[in-house]
């Protein structure tokens, strides 16, 4: 049982930094250079929903609030990350999630969504979780129960429309959502409710870049060690690139010590992420258009969608739920490979491979599997003075 005074806050005090950007904040965006032109076709908007086999309808409800995953693996954590999507934020969050090549689940706000469709969309084509977090962000037990339902139900089809895609998880606002008259509402629309287990509080100040803070969510994110935590973060609510910078060791910390990242009721993520899948139709799309976020040409979406769309490929409807094929070139689904050549460090006092990762356009991972015959199995013992080789990007 968790103290409400001791749940989340959203940050409103926070609201004011909202879109301020220090100059760190862009050191550590440059940082990601390395995946972001893969990044960018997904950030056209001319954006997708992920595996096919996502649209279909949820797992019946798990009918207890989780406060951790339940065990289906030795060790699971599931990431989540509420009251977005942002701009300023989620796609930094997202980078550093494909990276590693981690899913987590986004608990969204629907007038957030609604807001920007294009990022739901893009959370859902690489490969993670949404979840409904209501749309107002309000306290659900301040409401009446036909206020609640609409809370709800507005940012369910926010999402639907956006992604075709219905959300299998509902968080209430502020952890308002254990009275079953609230839990009620969301296992009756197929939703699991989802507590959390470790609360690292990066809602909370200071709103601007601050390498202690970043440790404090570090060490609050993975601790104390359970089997199966369900971690809460932020994407949006104001400033959030602490987050972001203290994402890869949190990632690194349980991919370290042998734990599958799964969705809140433990359930693996399907494998693969962006190629292929299912394309809700927008205004102005045409087959053209919607081919440019993929790696196919419009004639291999409309084969594929030949039955619905009829005799001609010009008349497509907003709405219309395509089949998007998998291509076999990779070309806007990963980053580039490293190019030749490679540079030597010297780890330093104070490093880890993320901080050292993050003077190159190189992920932790892979500075990991460049040494990993010199580091052993535990990416978090480096010594000082060792040599590692930084793969070229
Ligand atoms: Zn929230």
């Given at each position: 049982?968790?103290a409400?005074?001791d749940?989340e806050h ?6 004011d930094a909202?879109g301020a ?6 050191r550590?965006g440059?940082r990601?250079?390395?995946v ?5 076709l997904?950030?056209?908007?001319q954006?997708i929903?992920?595996n ?5 309808e ?5 009918r207890?609030v ?9 060790r ?6 509420d009251?977005g999507?942002?701009?300023?934020n989620?796609?930094d969050?997202?980078?550093?999630l494909?990276?590693s090549?981690?899913k987590a ?5 629907g007038?957030?969504a ?6 739901v969309?893009?959370i ?6 949404i979840?409904n977090?209501t749309?107002?962000h ?6 009446t129960p036909a206020?609640r339902?609409a809370?709800?139900?507005?940012t ?13 998880f ?10 079953p008259?609230?839990?009620g509402l ?5 939703m699991?409710?989802v507590d959390?287990?470790?609360?690292p509080r ?10 202690a803070f ?7 994110a ?13 994407d949006g609510?104001?400033?959030?690139q ?7 060791d ?8 042998g734990y599958?990242?799964?969705d809140p009721?433990?359930?693996a ?13 927008q205004p ?10 993929y ?6 979406i ?6 619905t769309?009829?005799?001609n490929?010009?008349v497509i409807q907003v709405?219309?739920?395509l089949t998007?094929p998998?291509?076999?070139?990779g070309s ?13 460090y010297?780890v330093?006092?104070g ?8 003077g190159?356009?190189a992920?932790?991972r892979e500075?990991?599997?460049?040494n990993?015959?010199t580091?052993?199995?535990d ?12 793969p070229?990007g």
């Amino acid at each position: 049982m968790q103290a409400w005074d001791d749940v989340e806050h959203e940050g409103d005090d926070d609201v004011d930094a909202m879109g301020a950007t220090t100059t760190d904040g862009r050191r550590w965006g440059a940082r990601l250079a390395g995946v972001v032109a893969a990044a960018a076709l997904l950030c056209t908007g001319q954006v997708i929903s992920g595996n096919a086999a996502q649209a279909a309808e949820c797992p019946a409800p798990i009918r207890t609030v989780l406060d951790t995953t339940p065990a289906t693996a030795d060790r699971t954590v599931a990431l989540t990350f509420d009251d977005g999507p942002l701009p300023q934020n989620t796609p930094d969050v997202l980078d550093v999630l494909r990276s590693s090549g981690v899913k987590a689940t986004f608990f969204v706000r629907g007038d957030q969504a609604a807001a920007h469709p294009d990022l739901v969309q893009r959370i859902v084509a690489e490969g993670h979780a949404i979840g409904n977090h209501t749309w107002s962000h309000p306290y659900l037990d301040r409401l009446t129960p036909a206020a609640r339902v609409a809370e709800i139900e507005r940012t369910t089809q926010t999402i639907v429309d956006a992604t075709g895609t219905e959300p299998c998880f509902f968080r209430g606002p502020f952890g308002v959502h254990r009275d079953p008259a609230i839990a009620g509402l969301a296992w009756e629309r197929g939703m699991t409710v989802v507590d959390w287990s470790l609360d690292p509080r990066d809602w909370s100040t200071p709103a601007s870049w601050s390498p202690a803070f970043q440790q404090q969510i570090i060490d609050r994110a993975t601790s104390p060690r359970t089997a199966h935590p369900i971690v809460i973060l932020h994407d949006g609510g104001g400033y959030r690139q602490n987050t972001v910078a203290a994402l890869d060791d949190v990632i690194s910390y349980y991919a370290s010590r042998g734990y599958t990242f799964t969705d809140p009721a433990g359930r693996a993520f399907p494998s693969g992420s962006g190629q292929g899948g299912t394309y809700v139709v927008q205004p102005g799309d045409t087959l053209g258009s919607i081919a440019a976020g993929y790696s196919a040409t419009w004639r291999e979406i409309y084969q594929a969608n030949r039955a619905t769309i009829g005799p001609n490929p010009n008349v497509i409807q907003v709405g219309q739920r395509l089949t998007i094929p998998g291509s076999g070139s990779g070309s806007g689904g990963t980053p580039a490979p490293p190019a030749s050549g490679t540079t030597t460090y010297v780890v330093q006092p104070g490093d880890t491979l993320g901080s050292i990762a993050s003077g190159y356009s190189a992920t932790w991972r892979e500075i990991y599997e460049a040494n990993r015959a010199t580091i052993g199995p535990d990416p978090n013992l480096i010594q000082v003075g060792q040599q590692l080789t930084i793969p070229a990007g």
